[in-house]
């Protein structure tokens, strides 16, 4: 049966080494090999996530199943390629990934589906946007259209920002070819929340609710990051919320994408804000992977063995398994960061500290780190580790966290973490 023995799992980050840690739980997986991995994952081999015709070779010389991380090689058509080898892997087409790979295409999607989402605007030219801003009397957000690693999102709360954030990214082009289109869109107020689905092209499997902390630093201050923490379950979201949004949102999706003729295969993420006044769901944006770090505590929740379900997903076969189960229990990841992420930062440290005793309650998973030419573990990267706990309260889950990141350090000026992962979860 295919899938069983080796898997590849293609990435480097803190969600890749979670999601191998869970897949290695299931007990015909015989070995996971990260490309490239980090200095936590187990087995790498040091061929980059986007070198796909490399990947395909060793997937097909060494019997390999692969699952895919992020969303770069996903936007370059990994799977096409994957496919036409009749390799087997999981994760959405080329085409299926444009509902990340590019917001318009995304925004376009959502208003053909109904699929609630705020007004928007698309714009090439600096002076034409500024004009459309100088015309609407409310708050916008400002978009690059395609992949930013999760920096290419500018919430303003002024005209004079806005305009600034429309300056770097139509004129100065910070993301080079990702920012040569815009999205505008009116500013909804509330809270985020993250959704994520299991999907095979046809239906789809709920993940539990979980929150990321976007922004550098506490009280969500600072410029937007990938993400510096996270938590699950968010307990202010009930069941018949999760049903609503799995109904209005995710079936929509499913549907929408197989009339397009592009089924979505892969893990499907929902990027949310409940509206504060109304409490409905309004999608932000899709991402066409899980998201890092709301994958680790997710991970670290999950009661069922999830290698099952990216196998029925990747077989087409979602509708014979049941809900995915949870444990009842609280997770935070605290994200540790290279300082100056996510500007400029310096790589190389040595990192102390990280407990060596195994805790499947308390897990260091790693994102940028390497062990250098002598063995020792170093930064490599902006976001370096993500401790990821679990307790049966959100507060024990936070202490056990905390009580981790306290111990690691490389240099005390070298190193950033918010002090307040969780903290909304218990109302503080
Ligand atoms: N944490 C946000 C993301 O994965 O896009």
Redesign the pocket.
């Known amino acids: 049966m295919h899938g069983y023995g080796n898997v590849l799992m293609v990435g480097s980050g803190g969600r890749e080494h979670a999601l191998g840690w869970k897949i290695s739980q299931n007990e015909h997986v015989n070995k996971i090999i990260f490309a490239n991995g980090n200095g936590g994952t187990y087995e790498n081999i040091p061929i980059p996530p986007t070198d796909i015709q490399r990947l395909a070779e060793y997937a097909k010389n060494n019997n390999c199943f692969t699952v895919v991380g992020p969303e770069l090689p996903l936007s370059m058509g990994i799977v096409d390629v994957f496919e036409s080898f009749e390799l087997p892997i999981f994760g959405p087409t080329r085409s299926a990934a444009r509902l990340e790979s590019s917001k318009e295409y995304s925004k376009n999607f959502m208003t053909k589906y109904s699929i609630p989402t705020s007004e928007f605007k698309v714009f090439t030219d600096f002076s034409k946007a500024v004009e459309y801003l100088e015309r609407i009397d409310y708050q916008v957000v400002v978009k690059a259209d395609g992949l930013a690693a ?1 920096k290419g999102v500018f919430v303003s709360n002024s005209k004079t920002e806005a305009i600034d954030s429309i300056d770097l990214l139509l004129n100065k082009k910070i993301f080079g070819d990702s920012c040569n289109k815009i999205i505008i869109e009116k500013k909804i107020v509330g809270e985020e929340l ?1 959704m994520m689905a299991i999907c095979d092209g046809n239906t789809f499997v709920m993940l539990d609710s979980c929150r ?1 902390y ?1 922004r550098a630093f506490d009280n969500d201050r600072g410029p937007n990051t ?2 510096m923490g ?1 938590y699950s379950p968010v307990s202010e979201i009930s069941g018949n919320e999760i049903e609503y949004i799995s109904e209005k949102i995710f079936q929509p999706v499913i549907e929408g994408m197989k009339m397009e003729g592009t089924p979505f295969s892969g893990f499907l ?1 929902a ?1 949310l804000m409940i509206e504060k006044h109304t409490g409905k769901p309004f999608v932000l944006e899709f ?1 066409t992977r899980m ?4 994958c680790q505590p997710l991970m670290m929740r999950m009661q069922s063995d999830l290698y099952q379900y990216i196998l029925a997903a990747e077989q087409q076969a979602l509708d014979s398994v049941k809900p995915i189960e949870w444990k009842d229990k609280f997770s935070v990841c605290v994200i540790m960061a290279s300082k100056g992420y996510p500007d400029k930062f310096e790589t190389g440290y040595a990192i102390r500290g990280i407990s060596k005793n195994y805790d499947p309650d308390l897990m260091v998973f790693h994102s940028g780190t390497k062990l250098n030419k002598v063995n020792d573990l170093v930064t490599a990267g902006g976001r370096v580790l993500g401790v990821t706990s679990m307790g049966n309260t959100m507060d024990e889950a936070i202490e056990k966290a905390y009580q981790q990141v306290y111990k690691i350090s490389w240099g005390e000026d070298q190193q950033q973490f918010r002090k307040d992962i969780g903290k909304k979860a218990i109302g503080t």
């Open positions: 999760g993250s990321d976007k990938g993400g996270s993420y990027g991402n998201g890092d770090p709301e």
